[in-house]
């Protein structure tokens, strides 16, 4: 940007110092009065701001100091004469970066102009460096105490440092992905790419086309040469998600490159090399999918190499309150609402309620409660009827004697996305079954849930 505002009283000092920092390329704005360099800093958004300590009205101090208030981004660097230095010193103290003496000497200014502007250079990446950190680091998944989760984060500390293929189990919005994504974090491979892929949303030819690329021609369509997923996390992390719902023609795909690291593009005859690491998660039990022949056991072993698996949140229940309390902070403060608490009745419908939906439905829950509490307290008014309502009538369903087998499966299904909110995966999860299967069994019915 290059913008510099310039603060002085006197005419010929302003003309004297726009011609010197036009040449160097700055683009310079200049005012009379501390006055009007408030009034106008939003508009002009200058980088560093050159100001005279001696004004009529407000002077130097005054206006650096009301300067770190309004715009605590802009740099300032004051001028004083030589008998004002103690003065000078006083405005580094509120919030000044450095001062020049008069008579003015070129190198001197444009030193500590570029000086001013590299340290509000690395103020800026050190807040995104933060804010990248905490993003990294935010609990969002696996806040908690409780022994099973104390096991999970202990296990993903030792396994991070390997190359070790990882597979991940556990119940739909349990936390997989953000799993995955800390083993990454706190891996060697943490500077390359984390490269995520959902199984379940893609159909084998388009998934297949997104692992491996293509090259032009392959298909219809395929009018460039577009890499593949595999390509695009080379010496980083590859995340699949719902790896248990790909079709057998993919399973021996995805197999040949976990033995060999070698693939080709869908359309091309070069092979080519990738060293990922292969991070897995599913929400079906794969054992019981290789004993019915579904998934090839050659492969769930490549896969299965190491197994974390996250428990339900209803298996974590004293987990609830501090999740719950960092969900109220975080959706509180994304919607600028100040909630101070929930209350004791609330709580207890949270940690009484089963979570099919696990973290992410409590999340969602938290969220829609922050939104829609009309004080600084979320009250149980203020939670779902799902919740508050919860008994155990809400366990069952009634199936009359003689109901074919087909239209007993679409009730138990349709009963089943009731309580997940129309999650479909959580609801495939639930009952034991692939999400394609709920897709199979009501049709285009599936399709107009919501969730869908």
Request: net charge neutral; glycine share 6%.
């Amino acid at each position: 940007m290059n913008e510099v505002l310039i603060v002085d009283d006197d005419r010929s000092v302003r003309d004297s110092l726009r011609k010197i920092l036009e040449k160097e390329g700055y683009n310079v704005s200049d005012v009379e009065s501390g006055e009007v360099a408030l009034h106008s800093i939003r508009r002009l958004s200058p980088e560093v701001a050159l100001v005279d300590l001696k004004m009529p009205g407000m002077n130097g101090i005054e206006f650096v100091k009301k300067l770190k208030r309004t715009a605590p981004d802009v740099e300032a660097v004051v001028m004083t004469g030589y008998g004002t230095i103690e003065t000078a010193v006083e405005a580094m103290r509120e919030g000044a970066y450095d001062f020049i003496t008069k008579p003015f000497k070129r190198h001197t200014i444009l030193s500590s102009l570029r000086k001013a502007q590299e340290k509000r250079t690395l103020l800026a990446e050190n807040r995104q460096l933060r804010t990248r950190l905490e993003q990294a680091l935010e609990p969002h998944w696996v806040v908690g105490n409780s022994a099973s989760i104390r096991k999970v984060m202990e296990m993903v500390e030792q396994v991070a440092p390997s190359s070790a293929t990882i597979l991940i189990q556990g119940a739909s919005g349990s936390g997989k992905e953000w799993v995955a994504g800390l083993v990454h974090d706190i891996s060697p491979r943490k500077e390359d790419p984390f490269i995520k892929v959902s199984c379940a949303a893609l159909p084998e030819t388009l998934l297949e086309a997104e692992l491996f690329g293509y090259e032009r021609g392959a298909f219809t369509g395929a009018v460039g040469r577009k890499e593949g997923r595999f390509e695009l996390a080379h010496e980083g992390t590859l995340f699949l998600d719902e790896v248990g719902e790909i079709s057998p023609a993919m399973q021996v795909k995805l197999l040949r490159v976990l033995q060999t690291g070698e693939f080709e593009r869908l359309g091309g005859t070069k092979t080519i090399k990738a060293d990922v690491r292969l991070i897995a998660a599913t929400n079906a039990d794969l054992k019981n999918a290789v004993a019915e022949k579904r998934f090839r056991e050659d492969l769930f072993y490549r896969l299965n190499v190491i197994t974390i698996t996250l428990p339900p949140l209803k298996e974590r229940r004293d987990d609830i309150p501090l999740l719950a309390t960092h969900f109220v902070e975080k959706f509180g403060k994304k919607n600028k609402k100040m909630i101070r608490k929930i209350s004791r009745e609330a709580m207890e419908y949270l940690q009484g309620y089963s979570w099919p939906g696990n973290v992410r439905e409590l999340e969602n829950t938290i969220e829609r409660a922050v939104v829609l509490s009309k004080d600084d307290e979320i009250d149980q008014e203020d939670l779902p009827v799902e919740i508050t309502k919860w008994d155990e009538s809400d366990h069952e369903i009634r199936i009359p004697v003689g109901m074919s087998m087909k239209e007993a499966e679409k009730i138990l299904i349709r009963e089943t996305l009731k309580r997940t909110g129309g999650e479909k995966a959580a609801a495939a999860d639930m009952l034991g079954i692939a999400t394609r299967t709920i897709y199979r069994k009501l049709g285009r019915e599936a399709l107009t849930r919501k969730g869908s």
